[in-house]
């Protein structure tokens, strides 16, 4: 069983790296794509509008927060996420276990799910398989993720065998549990063991997943090892699918993924850094708040298109807004960084579509 | 002497009403005007282009501020206020007085000037006429405020013709000591007492100012003194002149002032109110955390044309902004309570062009 109207077709290949089109019931996204995180459906400081001109068209929501507060009720009475957000284009959201795991207290792991206690009030909570699917199909997502079990770097191999394990027990019970409307994607687990992500992702691209996620990378190993283990493993997962890498990452982390045939990414680093003042360049990350930039006329890059750039805020002027603590800084940064990361991708699409993609990322990782 | 370009024409009269066109370097200003804040060269949370499209041609920001942080040799090397801040048009800037006054510590009034502390550092610094027309010159504002006495309300008459008296002294000093290429505007105190008032009106009328304010209202008064001494004091004021009331205030306050032949407004309320969660409509306001807007598909207000209202942003959603602490909404907000500010300045114009200003007032105050 397949979700209607989902679908995916590869237009181009180079090398492992290939360009795409994911189509969902709210329209087309080429593929490599990076998805801004709407965590609480919003993406942090930015307008619907404001994000689909970094060239967005797919927003990632989260599951837990959005259960928590306002109540997966309140988003399904007001016509699911899209409609709530004022978003027209496509929602994925997770299952909610990541932040069950590494957000909430006094967590417990059964074979049933997970019980744990809301980091807003304490109030008990058991998140199942069934229970991801069923607030998933309230929040009206239009890509839905399977619960799994995803362990911390620090895992041993037997955990994280275990952790495998039990994801692909809950991936059986997330597909029975589906809501049809929604497509479905199933986690691959493994950590950094090419064999157990190998094993796993034939077991998972042997269920009818609309496509499959590798799930527990960037989760505190040393980046060096998920660069190593993508060439080895991306392979594995079925061709025919989208493959999304998790939680990744550095535009460096997202050029070593293409190359290796990943197709979606999310990740927290373009918004939150930009609250943190950081400004994300070709030419490595700029520090606004810094006193070299007290009278700097220059923007952020000038090479840039984003409206922070082209609108010609200074770099002074950047800095004070950074250090008076208004929040117009925080949404020109987060434009600027989502609109990289935008700018990123596309030029990887058209680098794949002629066959030069090696050279594009040389180049973008080593700017003359 | 007049600054080069500036200039103000009443086009239509209604009663004690006018509109009219103010000119500036920058271009012109439809009266009457209401100014929105932008403190610390932003207007909170807001771009320039989309304060411009609240229907506002100019925007105040405050000496005191920017003197402290980030220095007006900064603001100077950026080209002046409105390139820094990238607003086209009109910047006038308060003197800094009611700042030394209000938000610094230790502060101590001579015939000199203010000798304070910054709030910030605590650096002691001396606020003269002749530094607050320094400094108001480096930060190229179009329309500069000369240094005053701001009493309190709770002030009693002797300590107010003291604060007239002293600030008819910086009167004169500050138009010795002007830029050029600034516009000058004096500033009339008197308190509640129209008699002190309306001799102080006459004072700074017989100087070269370019315009004409009103301080010390709205510093803690009941409004109805304010609402009662308006029309009696107004009309001293320099018909040919522009006249800016300081900041004030609510709509209400605005109606009574523009239909006391007030051209100028500024105020925090709306982008500070936003901030708190509350909207403004013509029916009161409205605060967005409020339990009963949990599931509420409405907009704030079905007839406002403001970004907010008109992109379908649900008060549900946006009590789910606002309670999950999402700086969106502090966006919508502004931007709605701004583009109500506006549109009843838009419409008061119209209204006083076709000699109906009591009769639109009344509505506006009284809706049906």
């Known amino acids: 069983m397949s979700a209607p109207s989902f679908g995916f077709r590869v237009v181009a290949v180079d090398g492992q790296a290939r360009s795409g089109v994911l ?16 965590t609480q459906a919003s993406v942090k400081t930015l307008t619907p509008a404001e994000v689909e001109a970094t060239g967005a068209r797919i927003v990632l929501a989260n599951t837990y927060h ?3 507060r306002p109540g997966p009720d309140v988003v399904a009475q007001q016509g699911g996420l899209s409609a709530f957000m004022r978003w027209p284009h496509t929602v994925l959201t997770d299952s909610g276990g990541f932040q069950a795991y590494s957000l909430a207290e006094r967590r417990t792991l059964s074979d049933e799910g997970f019980v744990f206690r809301s980091h807003l009030d304490g109030s008990k909570r058991l998140l199942t398989p069934e229970e991801a699917m069923r607030v998933q199909g309230l929040l009206g997502s239009d890509i839905a993720m399977q619960l799994d079990v995803c362990p911390p770097a620090t895992a041993d191999r037997k955990e994280v065998e ?15 549990a589906r809501d049809g409307a929604q497509a479905l994607f199933g986690i691959v687990q493994g950590g950094v063991h090419v064999d157990l992500r190998r094993r796993h992702a034939a077991e998972l691209g042997a269920l009818p997943f609309d496509g499959l996620a590798l799930g527990g990378f960037s989760v505190g190993e040393p980046p060096e090892q998920m660069h190593a283990a993508l060439p080895e493993v991306v392979p594995s997962l079925d061709p025919a699918r989208p493959r999304y890498l998790m939680g990744v990452g550095t535009p460096r982390d997202l050029l070593i993924a293409v190359l290796a045939g990943v197709d979606m990414f999310d990740c927290v680093l373009p918004t939150r850094n930009a609250r943190n003042g950081q400004a994300i360049t070709r030419r490595g990350a700029l520090s606004i708040k810094q ?12 090479e840039c298109g984003c409206p922070c750039c082209r609108n010609g805020y200074s770099r ?9 603590r208004e929040i117009l800084v925080l949404r020109l940064l987060s434009q600027h960084n989502l609109w990289v990361y935008g700018d990123l991708l596309s030029r990887a ?12 990322a040389r180049e973008w990782l080593e700017p003359g």
């Open 23 to 38: 189509t969902t019931r709210k329209g087309e996204i080429p593929t490599p794509t990076f998805m801004p995180v709407g």
């Open 66 to 68: 959005l259960w928590l």
């Open 162 to 176: 275990d952790a495998v394990a039990q994801t692909t027990r809950w991936a059986s019970r997330s597909l029975a």
């Open 291 to 302: 006193a070299q930039y007290r009278n700097d006329a220059r923007p952020i890059d000038e």
């Open 316 to 324: 002074a002027y950047l800095r004070h807004l950074f250090i008076a």
């Open 349 to 360: 699409r058209e680098a794949i579509a002629s066959r030069k993609l090696a050279v594009f």
